[in-house]
């Protein structure tokens, strides 16, 4: 079975620039979660989504990020325009029913795609 | 709000040596704990759980314990390899919640 695949796994971009990460979950997993990993901290949630729908984006900050899941499989966030602090690793994660994490825990991460801010 | 809290690392160890890495948290209801980790080069993967209190949770030498009185979950493992440095996250989930995650711990094992 594919685990969930991210891309790019690396980029590097100057402030003020703009960027998407995409992210394609396992095969079935309806829920879908991106992840801010900040350097020397834990992962932070940014959004959930259910399906197409989103459940929870209380955390995004909504007047640069973006992101979307518009057929409810795979899911683009972006950054625009993009400040120094969001250097980070922006981790895709993926479960097969909204609900069950909280039961279960295992969330089906990707291997991440770091970004670095100039 | 729920949250979690590790000890700091990094934590280095000689391979064979004994190892607990700390974590306390706070929830409201009865949350359920994990430890993930993060192998190098590789993404986060669930290790070890457990769901109510007094629940042991195990796997590849791990282990830790669900706490209620302490409200704790340290990670300990009996004789460490090599192969375990990576960084460890202690977090939970509380009802229908996202995960939330503590810090993380680097640790490093040497031979």
């Known amino acids: 079975e594919a685990g969930v695949a991210q891309s790019p796994r690396y980029k590097i971009i100057e402030k003020r620039q703009s960027v998407a990460f995409w992210c394609n979950p396992i095969s079935g997993h309806a829920t879908l979660y991106w992840y801010q990993q900040i350097l020397g901290q834990g992962p932070k949630l940014l959004i959930q989504f259910q399906n197409n729908g989103v459940v929870d984006d209380s955390q995004l900050p909504k007047d640069r990020f973006s992101a979307e899941r518009l057929k409810g499989v795979d899911s683009t966030l972006k950054i625009q325009p993009a400040k120094l602090e969001d250097s980070a690793v922006y981790l895709c994660?993926?479960?097969?029913?909204?609900?069950?994490?909280?039961?279960?825990?295992?969330?089906?991460f990707g291997e991440g795609s770091r970004l670095t801010v100039l | 709000g729920n949250s979690v809290t590790q000890m700091e690392g990094p934590v280095t160890l000689s391979e064979e040596a004994f190892l607990t890495i700390n974590c306390t948290y706070t929830a409201t209801g009865y949350p359920s704990l994990f430890w993930y980790v993060q192998y190098p080069g590789e993404g986060l993967q669930l290790l070890l759980k457990?769901?109510?209190?007094?629940d042991k949770g195990s796997n590849k030498g791990f282990e830790a314990t669900y706490r209620k009185e302490t409200t704790s979950f340290h990670l300990e493992k009996g004789s460490v390899q090599v192969s375990d440095s990576a960084v460890y996250f202690c977090a939970l989930s509380s009802g229908n919640t996202p995960l939330v995650f503590g810090k993380g711990t680097r640790l490093s094992v040497i031979a």
């Open positions: 994660a993926s479960i097969p029913a909204g609900g069950l994490a909280g039961r279960t825990g295992e969330l089906f």
């Open positions: 457990a769901t109510k209190a007094d």
